[in-house]
C-alpha cells in the first residue's frame, strides 16, 4: 500500500480495524519502550541525519507538530492500537504514522496461547526443568508472534503529510531497522530534494563528529591527523575549500552564505539563531553541526561585517579551554571557538557589525606595521591607512630583494615552510587599498595570529639578511680551507654543517656562536697553513733545481737523437715534459714572507696553494729517472763493437778521447764532450766510414 497523506476525515477506528490483540505481539518492537521516544539515524546523500521513532498505544498530537527539537530531521511513529485520528494532524512533512492492518484469526490464536504460556511460566516460583520448557516455548512463541505483527503492519497503512511514493508493504517486508531507515529516507528525500549542498558520493558518511573535526582541520591547532583527512574528505564538497587547495579555506564556492546574505537582509540586519537553525534545517536539509560551522565561517567572512551575539551566561569556550568573556563573536573572535556538541545553544542572533571597516583591518595591519595606530575619526583611520598601504611597498621590496639574495646565496635549499610564508606575504604586499589587504588577509590567514606567524618567519629571514654577506664569507673561506683530517677537519666540517639556510634562518641568534668558532678555526689555520706553505715551497725549490741541473742531460740525449745511425730516438716525449715540470716547480712570488700569507684569503693570492697540496715529487723523480735511462741506452750503442770500430778507424786524437768516455759507462763526460759540432761529425763518420791516420 502506498504511503499517502491524511484523508479529510482524518482516520476512523473502523478503518484501522481492531487491534486489541496488537499489544501483546512485542516480538517485533521488542527493543521499543512503548510510549518513550527512541533515537533513530537515516543516511542520505552523504549526510547522516538524527530523528526518532516512537512505538506508541495511542497517538497524542504533539508528535504531530512541527520538529523544533534541536536536530531532529524526522519522526516516525508506529501505533498498536486502533483510534480516530482527527485530520490534519500531522504538520511536517517529515513525519510518517504507521498503523497496523487487522489481525487474522491465526494471530489471535496465537496471542491466546503465548498468553497462557506466561501464565504457566509465572506459576513456576523454583527454577526447574518445567520452568525452563516454559520459557524456550515463550521465546519460541516470541519470534513466531513477531513474524505475525510484522505481516499485520505490511498489510496496514503509512500515513504522511504528503504521498512518497513508498509501499506499506516495504517498510515491514523484513527487519525492524531496515523498515525504519527505508522510511526515513523516503521522508528525507521528500523534503531535502533541494538540498544546496552535494555530498555524495564521499569516503564515508559526514556525521556530526565529522563536522567538528573539519571545524578544528580549518580553524583549530594544527597536528590532528584526524581533522585533517576530516577536511580533505568533505571541506570542497561542503564549499569551504577550492579544489586546487582542499586544505585551505575559502570562501567563494561557499552555498550558505548567499542565503544567509538574503536572511539577514530581509531581517533588516538582525536574524534569530533560533529561527535560523529551525529554517536552514527544514528548507535546506542541514543538519545543526552543519549550520554550526556555515554561520561561523560567515562571520568570519561575510563583507559587510556580521557579528553573532551570544546569549546571557553563555558558556562558549576558546581554543586554550578559557571561557569567552565577551558576549559578541566577530569576524576574528568566531575562529577561536572551542568546538562542542549544541554549541548552538549559546547563539542569540546574527546582525550586521556596527563598528568602523579599519577596526577589523587593523588587527593584521599592525602586524605588518607595528607602530600603527588604530584610531577613531575617519581622519585618522585614512592616515592609518596610507601608512598601511606605505609599509607593504616596502614589504614587497624587501622580499623581492631577500628571494634574490636567498637563491643566490649557495646555502642550500630554503625551507619549504619559509618559502610559502615568502608567498603569503609577497601577496598580501601586493595589496593597493585597506580593503584589499583586508581581503587578502583573510583568504590566506584565518587569524591574525597566523599572519604573526608569518612575520615572525619574515623577520627571522630580515635579521639573516644583515648577516647574509658575511655569513656567504665565511663559507667560502671554509670551502677553500680544507683540511684533510684531525681536530681542525672535525671543526671545519661542523662549522660547514651549521651554515645552512635551513639552521640558519630558523634560528639567526645562533650566528655571533659560530661566527666565534670560525674565527678561532682560521687563527689555528693560518699557522698551520704559512708552515705548509714554507715546506711546500723548499721542497719545490730542491726540484726545481734538480730539473735545471737536468737540462745538459736532455740536450745530450736530442742530439744523440738526431744520430739516426744509432737506431731509433729514446725518450722523445721527455722533451715536451721538461717545460710544465720547470713552470710548476717555480717559486712562489711570496716566498716564505708570512706577511704575504696573513690576508683575509684562506689560500695563498700567488700559487694558491691548498692545505692538502703534494709537491710534484714523484712527476719530476719519473722524469729524471727516465732521462738516466735514455742516456744510458745511447751510452751502450755508441759503446757497441761495430761503431767503436768505425771510430778507432780514425786515430784521431778526439774520437780517442770520446771513445774513452762512451767506455767509461759515465754520463757526465759524455753530456759535457757531445756538443753539435762532435755529433755532426759522428754521423758523418758512421755514414760513410774511412781509413784516415791524420793527427788532428
Not at 490483540?21 to 510510549?35: C, D, H, Q, R
Not at 582541520?217 to 564549499?239: H, I, Q, R
Not at 575562529?335 to 562542542?340: F, G
Request: net charge negative.
Amino acid at each position: 500500500m502506498t504511503a499517502k497523506s491524511l484523508p479529510p476525515g482524518g482516520i476512523t477506528a473502523k478503518e484501522t480495524s481492531s487491534s486489541s490483540e496488537i499489544k501483546e505481539l512485542a516480538g517485533f518492537f521488542t527493543p521499543f519502550s512503548v510510549g518513550v521516544p527512541q533515537p533513530w539515524v537515516a543516511d542520505y546523500k552523504g549526510i547522516r541525519y538524527p530523528g526518532e521513532v516512537i512505538v506508541a498505544e495511542a497517538w497524542q498530537e504533539e508528535w504531530g507538530q512541527k520538529l523544533i527539537q534541536p536536530d531532529r530531521h524526522f519522526r516516525i511513529v508506529v501505533l498498536t492500537d486502533q483510534q480516530e485520528i482527527p485530520p490534519d494532524s500531522i504538520k511536517d512533512s517529515r513525519i510518517a504514522l504507521c498503523v497496523p492492518g487487522k489481525p487474522s484469526v491465526q494471530t489471535e490464536r496465537m496471542a491466546q496461547e503465548y498468553r497462557a504460556i506466561k501464565e504457566r511460566r509465572g506459576a513456576y516460583e523454583v527454577r526447574d526443568s518445567k520452568e525452563e520448557t516454559a520459557a524456550v516455548q515463550e521465546q519460541e512463541m516470541t519470534a513466531r508472534l513477531g513474524e505475525e505483527q510484522r505481516l499485520t503492519y505490511a498489510q496496514g497503512q503509512v500515513w504522511s503529510k504528503a504521498p512518497m511514493g513508498l509501499e506499506g508493504s516495504q517498510v515491514f517486508a523484513s527487519t525492524v531497522d531496515e523498515g525504519f531507515n527505508l522510511l526515513a529516507q523516503a521522508l528525507l528525500a521528500h523534503c531535502y530534494a533541494q538540498r544546496p549542498i552535494t555530498l555524495h558520493p564521499l569516503p564515508q558518511v559526514l556525521t556530526h563528529r565529522e563536522v567538528g573535526l573539519v571545524y578544528e582541520g580549518l580553524f583549530g591547532p594544527k597536528g590532528d591527523p584526524a581533522a585533517e583527512k576530516a577536511v580533505g574528505d568533505f571541506a570542497v564538497a561542503l564549499g569551504l575549500a577550492h579544489p586546487s587547495n582542499p586544505h585551505r579555506l575559502s570562501s567563494k564556492d561557499c552555498p550558505l552564505f548567499p542565503i544567509l546574505a538574503a536572511r539577514l537582509a530581509e531581517g533588516q540586519g538582525h536574524l534569530s539563531t533560533g529561527d535560523l537553525y529551525l529554517e536552514l534545517s527544514e528548507r535546506y536539509g542541514l543538519t545543526w553541526p552543519l549550520i554550526t560551522l556555515y554561520l561561523l565561517t560567515y562571520v568570519h567572512y561575510a563583507e559587510p561585517a556580521v557579528e553573532l551575539h551570544l546569549k546571557p551566561n553563555h558558556e562558549v569556550m576558546l581554543w586554550d579551554r578559557e571561557r569567552f568573556n565577551e558576549d559578541t563573536l566577530t569576524a576574528l573572535t568566531c575562529l577561536r571557538v572551542w568546538w562542542t556538541k549544541g554549541l548552538e545553544e549559546n547563539f542569540d542572533s546574527l546582525v550586521l557589525s556596527k563598528d568602523p571597516w579599519w577596526w577589523r583591518v587593523y588587527p593584521y595591519a599592525q602586524l605588518i606595521k607595528k607602530d600603527l595606530e588604530q584610531g577613531n575619526s575617519p581622519e585618522e583611520m585614512s592616515k592609518g591607512e596610507e601608512h598601511l598601504v606605505a609599509a607593504l611597498h616596502q614589504l614587497d621590496g624587501a622580499i623581492t630583494a631577500l628571494k634574490g639574495e636567498l637563491k643566490s646565496s649557495g646555502l642550500g635549499v630554503v625551507p619549504e615552510v619559509m618559502k610559502e610564508a615568502l608567498r603569503r606575504l609577497a601577496g598580501l604586499s601586493k595589496a593597493a587599498s585597506g580593503e584589499d589587504f583586508y581581503v587578502a588577509a583573510r583568504r590566506e590567514y584565518n587569524t591574525p595570529e597566523a599572519l604573526a606567524a608569518d612575520m615572525g618567519l619574515y623577520e627571522g629571514l630580515a635579521q639573516w639578511r644583515a648577516i647574509a654577506s658575511e655569513v656567504v664569507a665565511v663559507k667560502a673561506y671554509l670551502e677553500e680551507a680544507t683540511v684533510a683530517e684531525g681536530e681542525m677537519a672535525m671543526d671545519r666540517a661542523s662549522l660547514l654543517g651549521q651554515l645552512t639556510l635551513t639552521n640558519l634562518l630558523s634560528q639567526p641568534h645562533l650566528w655571533p656562536s659560530v661566527k666565534a668558532l670560525f674565527d678561532w678555526f682560521k687563527t689555528r689555520y693560518r699557522t698551520a697553513y704559512q708552515s705548509h706553505h714554507r715546506r711546500y715551497h723548499q721542497e719545490l725549490a730542491k726540484l726545481h733545481e734538480d730539473l735545471e741541473e737536468a737540462k745538459p742531460q736532455l740536450m745530450a740525449l736530442a742530439r744523440l737523437n738526431s744520430i739516426v745511425e744509432l737506431g731509433p730516438p729514446l725518450g722523445e716525449e721527455l722533451q715536451g715534459q721538461y717545460l710544465p715540470l720547470l713552470t710548476i716547480t717555480a717559486s712562489c712570488p711570496a716566498g716564505n714572507k708570512e706577511e704575504s700569507l696573513a690576508g683575509e684569503q684562506p689560500l695563498c693570492p700567488h700559487c694558491r696553494l691548498s692545505m692538502g697540496a703534494e709537491t710534484p715529487a714523484k712527476g719530476v723523480g719519473y722524469f729524471l729517472k727516465q732521462l738516466a735511462k735514455a742516456l744510458r741506452k745511447q751510452q751502450h750503442r755508441l759503446s757497441s763493437e761495430t761503431i767503436r770500430q768505425i771510430l778507432a778507424q780514425r786515430g784521431e786524437r778526439r774520437i780517442d778521447r770520446f771513445l774513452k768516455v762512451v767506455q767509461a759507462s759515465d754520463l757526465s763526460p759524455l753530456v759535457n764532450t757531445l756538443d753539435d759540432e762532435l755529433v755532426t761529425f759522428l754521423r758523418q763518420l758512421l755514414v760513410a766510414p774511412k781509413p784516415d791516420n791524420d793527427e788532428g
